[in-house]
Nanobody, 122 residues
Framework: VQLVESGGGLVQPGGSLTLSCAGS????????IAWFRQAPGKGREGVSC????????YYADDVKGRFTISRDNDEATVHLQMTGLKPEDTTTYYC????????????????WGQGTRVTVSS
């Protein structure tokens, strides 16, 4: 399983970014794909998840209404569209994959990308 994130960068408060997670080496459409973020000195926090089995999506409370996750199984890619970005969204974002159901716990995901950095600052 290989996951590669892209799309991070510097954006002003209120701005938008779209992160992408490209998967390879596994049956992408069978795996639940999630986005996590990790602030320095803290564990990885679940941000959003796209289920493989039923197409449902899940969001952490503090990103609901601002972030949208979508998956393109033909391209083996999951996108995280982030709008209304706030300085507190600044951190490294990781995508993760697992066959088990969507979860907000990092311990439920066995495969991870290397992360992409998002900085929200004026």
């Amino acid at each position: 399983v290989q996951l590669v994130e892209s799309g991070g960068g510097l954006v002003q408060p209120g701005g938008s970014l779209t992160l992408s997670c490209a998967g390879s080496g596994f049956l992408f459409d069978k795996y639940n794909i999630a986005w996590f973020r990790q602030a320095p000195g803290k564990g990885r926090e679940g941000v959003s998840c796209a289920s493989a089995s039923d197409g449902r999506t899940y969001y952490a409370d503090d990103v609901k209404g601002r972030f949208t996750i979508s998956r393109d199984n033909d391209e083996a890619t999951v996108h995280l569209q982030m709008t209304g970005l706030k300085p507190e969204d600044t951190t490294t974002y990781y995508c993760a994959a697992d066959l088990a159901g969507c979860s907000a716990s990092q311990w439920d995901f066995g495969s991870w990308g290397q992360g992409t950095r998002v900085t929200v600052s004026s």
